[in-house]
């Protein structure tokens, strides 16, 4: 495909997008629907779709109009190239632009509102603003972009210096991350990855900086027990059970049971092992020294993996989740021992998810304390996440 053919190609998934189909299954059947676009080409293709519904605000704000070919039109003035060279109508580019479409590009522009320029849905800016403080421009400026690709060293298996070496032979160049010590940034070839030998071989796992800073805030020193209650994929679990020392037991349970599939593989291939759980184990009793609740959430600390999301997010979606985890932290703090540690993460930016619930929590359960309590900003270079330790009062 030539570059014109897939700005085209973007031009008719956003449309679907922006008709309220999801952006991954649209770009699935897309892809499905054209074989001959080959994997370059629907890489490309998924870029443009994706940076587009980051700046989807600010894009169409530049353009002037605002559609699937507005949206593409800003798109193509922030790369600096002229949008009539794209939109020639030639076979398999989009069609010229109109009388319309050309005044409104040349027209001058009003000064965006903050949420236009930042790229925030109308009724969320206030909350995140709120919530983020002098962090506000910043963290929203950082979720414009393009998520970086973090890795985490399996120090069971190898050193850093040693998965460096090991990835730059398969032509992946990385860098270590300050103050994140088992994390690689990749800075060349971030495709490689999955086919690498040191990922093929549990040298590296792909979890992002920001999570990889939660585990390290947990206090895994002296536990025998640890639960990741709410554990989706298992990253986290994985990432606590190679820093663990040996002899502790790690258990891992998600209400839904698929997204747990590809936990055993991965562990395995970590070298480490994991029970994965098919009952609630509130409903079996057990407790245990250490247990993880990252919960669901807006997740607004990600929405540069996930910008969709981010238009689709309503606030009757976030009263449903407050909702949610206040109801997991009543449930899964009867799992923890009594000298246990009960860990709250989210990957939210919002205070409603973060210190309210907390506060909340601690409203209730008055023989309850928080010991720690931390955010990671997507202004630091990570996605956002909070984290706050419960530890029971000794009574």
């Known amino acids: 495909m030539t570059p014109n053919a897939r700005y085209a190609a973007a031009i008719d998934i956003l449309g679907s997008v922006l008709d309220g189909e999801p952006a991954e299954k649209t770009l699935t059947n897309w892809a499905r629907s054209n074989r001959y676009a080959g994997s370059k080409d629907r890489a490309a293709v998924r870029d443009i779709v994706f940076d587009c519904l980051r700046r989807k605000r600010s894009l169409m704000h530049l353009a002037g109009f605002d559609c699937a070919r507005g949206l593409v039109a800003g798109h193509i003035m922030v790369a600096g190239h002229a949008v009539e060279d794209v939109f020639t109508g030639e076979r398999f580019a989009a069609d010229v632009l109109s009388e319309n479409e050309r005044a409104n590009l040349k027209r001058a522009k ?229 000298d246990g540690v009960l860990a709250y993460v989210t990957c939210s930016l919002l205070r409603q998810e973060n210190e309210d619930q907390v506060a909340a929590f601690l409203a209730v359960h008055t023989d309850w304390v928080s010991i720690n309590a931390k955010r990671f900003h997507p202004g630091d270079g990570t996605d956002g996440f909070f984290v706050t330790l419960f530890k029971k009062i000794q009574l």
């Open 110 to 338: 009003d000064t965006p509102s903050y949420a236009v320029r930042l790229d925030v849905p109308d009724w969320m800016e206030p909350e995140l603003c709120a919530s983020l403080g002098g962090g506000f421009e910043a963290s929203l400026i950082a979720l414009q972009s393009r998520a970086p690709l973090d890795l985490r060293v399996n120090r069971k298996k190898a050193e850093l210096a040693q998965v460096q070496a090991a990835l730059l032979s398969d032509n992946i160049e990385t860098d270590a991350i300050e103050n994140v010590p088992n994390a690689l940034r990749v800075t060349s070839n971030p495709r490689r990855v999955a086919l690498s030998a040191a990922y093929q071989s549990g040298l590296v796992e792909i979890q992002d900086a920001g999570s990889q800073c939660i585990v390290d805030t947990l206090p895994l020193e002296d536990v025998k027990s640890v639960l990741d209650y709410c554990a989706g994929g298992g990253g986290k679990t994985l990432a606590m059970a190679v820093l663990a020392d040996g002899g502790v037991r790690f258990e891992a349970y998600d209400q839904n049971k698929a997204r747990m599939n590809d936990l055993s593989v991965r562990a395995k291939r970590a070298g480490v092992s994991v029970k994965i759980l098919q009952t609630d184990p509130v409903l079996l009793g057990k407790t245990y020294d250490l247990v993880l609740l990252d919960v669901p959430c807006s997740g607004t600390g990600a929405w540069r993996r996930n910008p969709d999301g981010k238009w689709r997010f309503t606030d009757t979606d976030l009263q449903n989740l407050l909702s949610v985890q206040a109801e997991i932290l009543e449930k899964a703090h009867k799992l923890v021992k009594d």
